[in-house]
């Protein structure tokens, strides 16, 4: 157990669908980070919060929203998805930015 | 731009030590961590090199020559549940840091 819980662990949605994951921290950290893993690439940093203000967008496409109503809370909202965004998304933590930890992800799967 | 580099695969025997090497080139640099993920679980933390040297945890080391941009993960004693894959991850800025493709660690008996 990390300290950081995401919800949900699995998630297969279809392109008109809209869903939101979510993720929450409880290790009193001050940034809250959305990554993506897919298969055969490294993780790509999509979004990062300090003390709840986005500080770093990655060329993401507006299709994903994030948001962050308080330092705990971070939620990533999804619509109109494509077949390629299907990919496993982790969520972390950190306090300062030198050491991530780690939600266990949700695999979402676009149909 | 910015580039990762470190072996796509090692494989090793038990008991036995290995090295995992990163290079790395970045607009900014803070420090290195290495984080490692076995199959179908999430990244956890192993170290972090914000200066030149060696860090020690358990079986465990990090290098870091900040001169040379490059750094390394040393294993000791390897164990079947080493198996897994390992990422070095330069923190390029405050809060943010990249990873490179990981090194995936085959522990043979």
Known sequence: ETGVTQTPRHLVMGMTNKKSL???????????????????KPL??????????????????????????????LFLHLHTLQPEDSALYLCASSQE???????????LSVL | GQSLEQPSE?????????QINCTY?????????WYQQHDGGAPT???????DGLEETGR??????????YGYLLLQELQMKDSASYFCAPQT???KTIFGAGTRLFVKA
Request: negative net charge; aromatic residues 16%; glycine residues 10%.
């Open chain 1, 22 to 40: 979510k993720c929450e921290q409880h290790l009193g950290h001050n940034a809250m980070y959305w990554y993506k893993q897919s298969a055969k």
């Open chain 1, 44 to 73: 790509e940093l999509m979004f990062v919060y300090s003390l709840e203000e986005r500080v770093e967008n990655n060329s993401v496409p507006s299709r994903f929203s994030p948001e962050c109503p308080n330092s705990s809370h």
């Open chain 1, 97 to 107: 930015g030198e050491k991530l930890f780690f939600g266990s992800g949700t695999q």
């Open chain 2, 10 to 18: 090692v494989t090793a025997v038990e008991g036995a030590i290995v």
């Open chain 2, 25 to 33: 080139q970045t607009s900014g640099f803070y420090g290195l961590s």
């Open chain 2, 45 to 51: 933390f192993l170290s972090y090199n914000a200066l």
């Open chain 2, 60 to 69: 465990f080391s990090s290098f870091l020559s900040r001169s040379d941009s």
């Open chain 2, 93 to 95: 800025g405050g809060f």
